[in-house]
């Protein structure tokens, strides 16, 4: 497809979804993308770094996922991988390069093979250059310096009342506009590219002002503990809870194309639908059943017209819908009247497919395990069940950085010090560091925390590498494997410790 069609295809999608019409078919499209090429004069010790990283996130598919980019010795690279719409993706090395280079930006559509070759420029700065593809058509793009995220942050962690955040969020529209004109007419962006960026700016501004409501609501109701142990969400100002549930403080989203499929191109579009999946007023019905769920639909399609100011149920919030839908596996499984709801709620016609064959690969799902994924890393678990034969493995995933993963590891000591008692199961904590074995940090808290438990610490791209085999990209994150060695299926895997003894039990029963 050569780059006057595609930018008649761009602008005719911007156009058709502003009329609400159907998107063309070929634009949604599962199918593999290649990335290959070559990192000149590339040496692991000199560049600090042997693998790059993506964190792909997929609005048609349930889990998502960590991409791995491997540098061979000689600087080639290829990976293969599907995605369901054209997409931006960036792999990275996120330590400390050595040479000042550390990411690679492409834009593909499903079925492209992108061909890259990162060099030194003149200035002996290492850059990429697309050898074709619609990367090349976009380079301008790809390599700017809009920083548009970064010009969000004063929106979406602003800690004022919904007033001052919507004024900020006026200037914002207003700064990410002139910004783009500044940096468009600079480097010369192409018509494709200026309707690739709007949409980007779009996405961004939505995310921004969702998030400020949501933290702001979850600073107005902390968890508060009871006497008797229970934790309860408390109002700490009932004012201004209702001011952020009030829809009229959203009015800036109508300037939000949601219809728009170029949205789903933005690396952070899934961020946006999960904090719009989320901020949709209250779905909870007192009818139960099957008429309950059909109130909660109800009220969700009338919540998200209200919400981004349209007369229909946008592209975003069909997406938003099947999402739920994903999540409601149980419910739709147990009452066949169930999924029909879910699927009045999908006019476009690529949603509805993807609805329709995720339901009957579901439903024809017998499996409660599965093998274990073949691949670089699984080796970490086999030696691991070698240690602890004919026993459950529960395997924690969890990283010093982050706040919940050491919370829960945290408040569980005494639930796990009860697991530890029981002969047919291990708990098993698997991090990273930069270097396997772990920090003195690392070290310090395995020694006040998980003082006599598996602990393992390994490399950040061992642990990457796992990541892509168990298909997660953030932690704490659990895998179940049973005592011959399968991997439990994900709605019967053990979450936690809270609930561990009733999980275990029904896991037993169910592979009986």
């Not at 005494?414 to 772990?438: H, M, P, Q």
Request: aromatic fraction near 12%; glycine fraction near 6%; hydrophobic fraction near 35%.
């Amino acid at each position: 497809m050569n780059k006057k069609t595609i930018i008649t295809i761009l602008l005719a999608l911007v156009a058709i979804a502003g009329q609400g019409q159907t998107i063309p078919q070929d634009w949604f499209k599962t199918d593999t993308i290649t990335i290959r090429g070559r990192i000149e004069g590339f040496d692991a010790e000199r560049f600090g770094f042997t693998a790059m990283e993506c964190y792909f996130y997929d609005a048609m598919e349930k889990d998502n996922s960590t991409l791995l980019l491997e540098i061979n010795s000689d600087g080639t690279f290829e990976k293969r991988f599907p995605i369901n719409y054209p997409r931006q993706l960036t792999f990275s090395f996120y330590g400390e390069s050595k040479v000042g280079f550390s990411k690679i930006p492409l834009f593909a559509r499903p079925g492209e093979t992108t061909d890259i070759t990162v060099k030194q420029n003149e200035s002996g700065q290492y850059e990429c250059y697309y050898n074709g593809g619609t990367s090349k058509d976009v380079e301008r793009w790809l390599k700017s310096d809009l920083r548009l995220l970064e010009m969000c942050s004063r929106l979406y962690d602003f800690k004022g009342d919904f007033s001052e955040a919507n004024v900020i969020a006026e200037q914002l529209w207003q700064d990410m506009s002139a910004r783009i004109d500044s940096v468009s007419r600079r480097d010369n962006f192409t018509p494709m590219e200026m309707q690739l960026v709007q949409a980007e700016m779009q996405n961004k501004f939505a995310f921004s002002l969702i998030s400020y409501a949501l933290e702001s609501a979850e600073r107005l109701t902390p968890w508060q503990q009871q006497q008797d142990g229970s934790w309860r969400q408390i109002v700490t100002d009932s004012v201004k809870l209702r001011l952020i549930k009030d829809v009229n403080n959203f009015k800036l989203l109508k300037r939000v194309n949601f219809d728009n499929p170029l949205l789903m191109t933005d690396e952070f579009f899934y961020f946006t639908l999960s904090r719009l999946h989320w901020a949709r007023p209250n779905q909870e019905t007192s009818l139960s059943g099957v008429e309950g769920i059909k109130q909660r639909i109800r009220n969700s399609h009338a919540a998200y017209q209200e919400l981004m100011g349209t007369d229909h149920l946008t592209l975003t919030a069909q997406l938003c819908i099947y999402k739920w839908m994903q999540e409601s596996i149980e419910e739709w499984k147990m009452n066949e009247e169930v999924f029909p709801l879910y699927l009045s709620s999908f006019s476009h016609p690529y949603v509805r497919q993807k609805a329709e064959r995720f339901y009957q690969k579901e439903m024809e799902e017998t499996e409660l395990t599965h093998q274990l994924p073949e691949g670089a890393g699984i080796e970490i678990i086999r030696k691991i069940m070698d240690r602890y034969p004919n026993r459950y493995l529960v395997i924690d995933f969890w990283g010093l950085g982050c706040g919940a993963c050491i919370i829960s590891i945290q408040n569980s000591k005494n639930l796990r010090a009860e697991i530890a008692k029981r002969d047919d199961v291990k708990l098993v904590f698997i991090s990273y560091d930069k270097t396997a074995g772990g920090s003195d940090a690392y070290k310090k808290f395995v020694s006040e925390w998980l003082v006599d438990e598996e602990t393992i610490c390994i490399t950040v791209t061992d642990f990457r590498r796992l990541q892509e085999l168990f298909h997660f990209n953030g932690v704490p994150y659990y895998e179940t494997i049973t005592p011959d060695g399968r991997r439990v299926r994900d709605d019967l895997r053990i979450n936690g410790y809270q609930n561990f003894d009733v999980e275990l039990k029904r896991l037993n029963e169910k592979l009986k």
